[in-house]
Nanobody, 115 residues
Framework: QVQLVESGGGLVQPGGSLRLSCGVSGNIFSSYTMAWYRQAPGHQREMVALISRGDNLAYVDSVKGRFTISRDNTKSAVYLQMNDLAPEDTAVYYC?????????WGRGTQVTVSS
């Protein structure tokens, strides 16, 4: 069983920063491909950032240059550093991985960008 637990969300003003964390536990190493997704009200869930087993990175165009995904295998954690946040970044952010053919999601953490 794999568990993903997100933390670090909150309310921030436009232009501010937040760092999301995803704790990984169970029969998996955080060295697997990990991703952050987000879902805003009335919108489909979209992939925001991904870090592969080889530490290759990928981002949705709307966050390039502002968000950075990283991992710390010693802490079994994946992070999403979000800078220069905008109201359109408001969403529930989810941690995701695929292990042995099963897709795993965390419960999500709310990020609200508002003045």
């Amino acid at each position: 069983q794999v568990q993903l637990v997100e933390s670090g969300g909150g309310l921030v003003q436009p232009g501010g920063s937040l760092r999301l964390s995803c704790g990984v536990s169970g029969n998996i190493f955080s060295s697997y491909t990990m991703a952050w997704y987000r879902q805003a009200p009335g919108h489909q869930r979209e992939m925001v950032a991904l870090i592969s087993r080889g530490d290759n990175l990928a981002y949705v165009d709307s966050v390039k240059g502002r968000f950075t995904i990283s991992r710390d295998n010693t802490k079994s954690a994946v992070y999403l550093q979000m800078n220069d946040l905008a109201p359109e970044d408001t969403a529930v952010y989810y941690c995701n991985t695929v292990f042995s053919g099963t897709i795993y999601w965390g419960r999500g953490t709310q990020v609200t960008v508002s003045s």
